[in-house]
């Protein structure tokens, strides 16, 4: 099992920028592929990028490709996601999840292991 710890949300100005952060207790951080979502208020979940187990590949939604990166530290047991040119679109939940397979998955299904969210508001 793993538990996840997402860290660094907060208030930021339209065309402002966060670096999120999702800490991994546990073992066997370094297998797992990895992703982050979000959630706005009465809205669905929403896939924002993934990444594989040893981070040498990535996968991003539309709606942040070029805005956001995902990383992971496997030697640190963390992953995160940097989020620049933010718009209040953006607002909403943000949660790192863990998935068991070997393959990248964009539904909140797909993964096993959710933290508990961290809150990012775009003011304009």
């Known amino acids: 099992q793993v538990q996840l710890v997402e860290s660094g949300g907060g208030m930021v100005q339209t065309g402002g920028s966060l670096r999120l952060s999702c800490a991994a207790a546990g073992r066997f951080f370094n297998r797992y592929f990895m992703g982050w979502f979000r959630q706005a208020p009465e809205k669905e979940r929403e896939f924002l990028a993934a990444?594989?187990?040893?981070?040498?590949?990535?996968y991003y939604a539309d709606s942040v490709k070029g805005r956001f990166t995902i990383a992971r530290d496997n030697a640190r047991n963390m992953m995160y996601l940097q989020m620049n040119s933010l718009n209040p679109e953006d607002t909403a939940v943000y949660y790192c999840?863990?998935?068991?397979?070997?393959?990248?998955?964009?539904?909140?299904?797909?993964?096993?292991?959710w933290g508990q969210g961290t809150p990012v508001t775009v003011s304009s």
């Open positions: 990444i594989t187990d040893n981070g040498g590949s990535t």
């Open positions: 999840a863990a998935r068991q397979y070997y393959s990248l998955s964009t539904i909140p299904s797909g993964y096993f292991a």
